[in-house]
């Protein structure tokens, strides 16, 4: 039992598409403040999880379970109630940034129009002083000038920065990322990840770090949810996981993952 009640809930989560079940009776939990990777293979349902969390699912899948969100009964909330609380209670961040960001418009704009979406009074010079905030937050060179530019001027790692100042403007308490560094090359994948680990500390934001590669949850994640095949196998806390996989497909994963070697400032990473 733990003391602080659970920011997200989730109870014999099962998802399935036409019939076929690809997530199998998960169950999960994140505390406030708290990362939890969710890690597992291509295919293992952890895209399916995540948009069943934002309940954007298309309709032809099947969801049945419980998910809490700050006790709110996200399956079977009123459609104008779900709205309110994506971006605002949760929002989500993707491996590829610019298929979320609209190519031909002003990441300003962008990133405004997500304040906009819940606080559509903003009077123009305050929203125009909280997009700058928000760039500035997530280390966006020059925020003055840029906000006038469209995505494509953006490098891949710059552009993940938009979505998290996106994601982020409205102050949600959780924020769920799908592979958000799995594009990018090592160096960038490095940044994001202060970033967020930054952004966790200042707003004691509760993250769902999606990933297939244990190497990079492992340097963010408090507690880890192996995946395999739809269900979860194991859930630990990240260092109990690594001195002490109780699952095959656990050790499998721990044997798999060579990135762990080569980061030599984690203690972790010896013990692979
Ligand atoms: N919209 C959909 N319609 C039908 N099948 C889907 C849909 N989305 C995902 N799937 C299937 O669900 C399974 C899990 O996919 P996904 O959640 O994307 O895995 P992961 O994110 O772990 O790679 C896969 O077999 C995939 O083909
Ligand atoms: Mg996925």
């Known amino acids: 039992m733990t003391v602080t009640e659970p920011l997200l809930d989730v109870r014999d989560l099962t ?5 076929k079940p690809v997530v199998h009776s998960i169950s999960l939990s994140i505390a406030p403040g708290e990362t939890l990777g969710l890690v597992g293979e291509s ?7 995540s948009f069943a969390l934002m309940r954007l699912l298309p309709p032809s899948a099947t969801i049945t379970g419980s998910i809490r969100l700050e006790g709110h009964p996200i ?24 298929t979320a960001l609209n190519p031909v418009m002003r990441i300003g704009d962008q990133i405004g129009e997500s304040l906009l979406a819940h606080h ?3 009077p123009r010079a305050e929203l125009r002083a909280r997009v700058i905030a928000a760039m500035q937050e997530v280390g966006l060179p020059n925020p003055e000038q840029r906000l006038r530019d469209y995505p494509y001027q953006f490098s891949g790692g710059q552009r993940q920065r938009i979505l998290i100042a996106s994601a982020l403007i409205n102050r949600p308490r959780l924020l769920i990322a799908d592979e958000p560094t799995t594009a990018l090359d090592v160096t960038v994948q490095a940044q994001i990840l202060d970033l967020l680990r930054k ?8 993250i769902l770090f999606i990933s297939h590669d244990l190497a990079v949850i492992s340097q963010i994640a408090d507690r880890v ?30 044997a798999s ?9 984690k203690p972790l990473a010896t013990l692979a």
């Open 75 to 98: 399956l079977t909330l009123p459609e104008p109630q779900m709205r309110t609380l994506r971006g605002s209670a949760v929002s989500m961040i993707f491996q590829e940034p610019m």
């Open 225 to 254: 949810a192996v995946m395999q095949h739809g269900r979860i196998v194991e859930t630990a806390a990240t260092a109990d996981l690594f001195r002490d996989p109780q699952h095959p497909y656990t050790r499998k994963l721990l």
């Open 120 to 122: 559509p009074r903003t």
């Open 257 to 265: 993952a060579p990135t762990m070697q080569t980061d030599r400032s």
């Open 15 to 19: 998802i399935a598409f036409g019939g």
């Open 43 to 49: 295919g293992s349902g952890k895209s399916a999880t």
């Open 199 to 206: 952004l966790r500390r200042t707003h004691n934001l509760s």
